[in-house]
């Protein structure tokens, strides 16, 4: 977790605590909020009852403890209907992961970074990082450096200014001119590849799904275990691949697309 301040008064101050404690991925103490916060514990105790008073976090008297409300699941589910391209897409992607046997993820850009916003399995599923739900880093995923790939000029600098650039595996690429590079070939290919580079012995073959005027919607992945495949059975999903991400565009033509 990230000792940061929200930026936006109260409002932002809130919805960073919201954050942190959600990271946590289970109920958390009050000490344990405050350890890790920027707040001082008269702030922090008024933001975390607000949170509570609105449904946006509970509190667990007995435990003592707080976890995410209720409200946030009703706005969560608002939110996937409204704002993403999981209802759109799934009929797609569901018909694409029977196709290729394979793991097939559907994700967005968030704030510069990769969300998930729906994952079909195997049927001999792989253990892996995505889930639905999951942010990951655009830098060192196929779905996200193909949607990097098609962003306009400054887009493109705000999201790889968001990068950490962290190296994962001794595959990851670790700097914006290694990214730049790397973003020209997709533009040219037509379709991205995780080479092992957010985890080791997972790769995938990704595409964007653009639309009408070229802005990226979302994109779409094959992903599997190179205990499975190799790189090069990944190419035999291409025109699949495309397929479907051509098809999901067309049903999305109509969608409004969260700025």
Known sequence: MNKQDGGDGTVGKALAVLDQVAAVGRPVRFTEVLSDSVHPKATLYRLLQTLVSQGMLAYDNHQQTYSLGMRLVRLA?????????????????????????????????????????DKRNAASPIEMFSQAGKVGPCYCTGVGKAMMAFLDEP????VLEKQSFYRYTPNTLTSSEEMHSELAGIRKDG????????????????TPILSTSGRPLGALSVTTSTQRKSLKHLESFRPVLLETAAKT???????QFPG
Do not use: M
């Not at 992607?93 to 970074?113: F, P, R, S, W």
């Open 191 to 206: 379709v991205a590849f995780d080479r092992e580079e957010h985890e080791p012995g997972i790769i995938c073959i990704a």
């Open 155 to 158: 887009a493109l600098s705000q």
């Open 77 to 117: 589910h608002a939110a996937w209907r409204q704002s993403s391209l999981a209802p759109i897409a799934r009929p797609f992607i569901e018909e694409l992961a029977k196709t290729a046997g394979e793991t097939v993820h559907l994700a967005q850009l968030d704030n510069g970074q990769v969300l998930y916003v």
């Open 249 to 255: 565009a067309a049903a999305a033509e109509n969608w």
